[in-house]
């Protein structure tokens, strides 16, 4: 798929011209450029009873709310303003426009008015779709955002205004239509190859995943004997592990630091970080001197959260939310770096979220200190546990690799994809 998109056949046109304008240096000698009001109307059409919403998203998509998710948008109690939607409608989101929402609308609806709903002025003269590509070009190489920024301090919003006084390249019609088929067939074929190398990534994230819950709970030899573990969680473990209550396993610490100054700790799926508590992001506390010490080689776990959380072997000195769990091993016949692998198993599975408590909707679902202390996990003989540990490393190092290799060319595809709609709406290569 990669090399069939990659042999594509530039051409340039045969004469070239000054643009005059700034975002593009030359275009097409036969090409012109217009200001997008003497190609474009904006409309202010009644919504009718049957109109559902339509929702322009960054990638370009104008469709139905209802065709793509329903969750994480805000419904207006009144919907004030609101415009009637036709299918083929050029729509720019004014505020997010800059982001790459514009596109043409593929239903009829209605949409909220800081959406510019546009039609051709004179009907059958321009592409609406050559003009999406064009324009989210525009947006994707930031000039519509330094263009409203200019026009207005602090501000990322493109109007119907500013989009009439943009002067944009417009080849012939018939070119339009070429481009964009041509553009629509090339980019799908460069989503396609992206979606397979996505679906190569899950496949990755999953083989390692069977990999480690194998070795974590069964060990690295399959021919064992086996026996029931009493854990539900788990099934059946070798004959010759053992199991154990975590209040023999680990000891919960609760050290509070009574002072400042003291490196503030971030517990993440990639592991305990040193928080930038200027940044300004994340949760703030108004008292760090009430956060509890953490030491390096230490547990560190959210269990507040057992669905987001996470837990790790702190590499830092610091403190940690006072909400947090602190522990350490007590116990020699457990290697520290399997009993991690075992409570990221934990995590991952969402093991430890049976046995929380609270309320999930909120995302405050906890672990507590009783159920914790009484949760029972294997017990490999302590050279079998170090073997375990040291393979999961070698299995999540071999899995990094070709993931980040599969992220690399996904990374081109789209560098690539970006520069094909360029070179073509801006006239740079000629598809016909």
Aim: glycine share 6%.
């Amino acid at each position: 798929m990669e090399s069939t998109i990659a042999e594509i056949e530039v051409q340039r046109y045969e004469a070239y011209m000054n643009s005059g304008v700034s975002w593009v240096k030359e275009i097409p000698a036969h090409w012109e450029l217009k200001k997008g009001k003497w190609l474009f109307q904006k409309q202010d059409r009644p919504v009718r009873a049957s109109d559902d919403i339509v929702t322009c998203f960054r990638d370009g998509q104008v469709t139905l709310r209802i065709n793509r998710k329903t969750e994480g948008f805000t419904n207006a109690l009144k919907e004030h303003g609101y415009q009637g939607i036709r299918k083929g409608d050029l729509v720019i989101h004014a505020m997010d426009a800059f982001a790459g929402a514009i596109g043409v609308s593929d239903s009829d609806g209605k949409a909220t008015p800081v959406y510019a709903a546009c039609v051709p002025r004179i009907s059958g003269s321009v592409n609406p779709y050559f003009f999406a590509y064009l324009l989210r070009n525009m947006a994707k190489t930031g000039f519509i955002e330094s263009l409203a920024k200019g026009i207005r301090e602090r501000s990322t919003d493109f109007r119907y205004s500013d989009f009439g006084e943009l002067e944009l390249t417009c080849p012939p019609l018939e070119e339009q239509t070429t481009i964009v088929d041509f553009l629509d067939r090339k980019t799908a074929q460069i989503d396609q190859a992206i979606a397979q190398k996505k679906r190569l990534i899950e496949q990755l994230q999953e083989r390692r995943q069977i990999l480690i819950q194998r070795g974590v709970t069964r060990g690295l030899n399959p021919d064992v004997p086996m026996k029931d573990s009493g854990m539900d969680w788990i099934g059946q473990i070798p004959a010759h592990w053992e199991v154990k209550k975590l209040k023999y396993v680990v000891k919960i610490l609760k050290r509070i630091a009574n002072a400042t100054g003291i490196d503030v700790l971030s517990i993440t799926q990639r592991g305990v970080k040193v928080k930038d508590i200027n940044s300004g992001e994340g949760q703030i506390a108004l008292d760090y001197s009430k956060y509890q010490l953490v030491f390096r080689g230490e547990f560190a776990m959210n269990h507040m959260d057992l669905l987001t959380g996470y837990v790790d072997i702190s590499n830092f000195d610091g403190v940690v939310s006072p909400d947090y769990r602190v522990f350490t091993l007590t116990n020699s016949k457990f290697d520290k770096h399997y009993l991690l692998r075992l409570f990221q198993l934990c995590y991952k599975c969402r093991v430890f979220y049976a046995y929380g408590q609270g309320v999930s909707q909120l995302g405050r679902w906890r672990f507590p200190a009783e159920n914790f202390n009484d949760f029972i996990i294997p017990q490999p003989p302590h050279g079998e546990q170090q073997e375990i540990a040291d393979a999961i490393d070698k299995i999540e190092l071999a899995s990094d690799k070709s993931i980040n290799q599969a992220e690399l060319q996904i990374k081109k595809l789209r560098e690539y994809k970006s520069i094909l709609i360029n070179a073509a709406v801006t006239g740079k290569i000629k598809v016909c």
